[in-house]
């Protein structure tokens, strides 16, 4: 069995407080990744589903909590950073014709 991080039990702990922003915000960058281009997508939802820490809106929500921000516009700003860091390395792959995308 993999022994749990300190690290990993934070990211945990911080998750459980923003839970509810988490969830909108992952609705909303789901809701996005319409295109008229076919396989854009398939390619956005396959991206999306294979995870990750998405550390970018966590930190995002959390500061947006950590200011009482009434309003729900950090959770749209949550999810185009996280759409911007996706759309990044998804590029980056390109450029160096990586056999690999995320």
């Not at 396989?39 to 809106?57: A, D, E, F, T, V």
């Not at 959770?75 to 990044?88: F, Q, R």
Request: proline share 2%.
């Amino acid at each position: 069995m993999r022994k749990i991080s300190k690290a990993d039990l934070s990211l945990r702990n911080l998750k459980k407080l923003i839970k509810k922003e988490f969830n909108e915000t992952d609705k909303l960058i789901r809701n996005q990744i319409n295109s008229d281009v076919n396989r854009i997508p398939k390619l956005s939802k396959h991206i999306i589903n294979l995870g990750g820490k998405r550390l970018r809106p966590m930190l995002t929500i959390s500061c947006a909590k950590m200011l009482k921000v009434r309003n729900k516009n950090h959770i749209k700003l949550a999810a185009a950073v996280e759409l911007l860091h996706t759309a990044t390395l998804l590029h980056d792959d390109v450029v160096d014709e990586s056999n690999y995308k995320r």
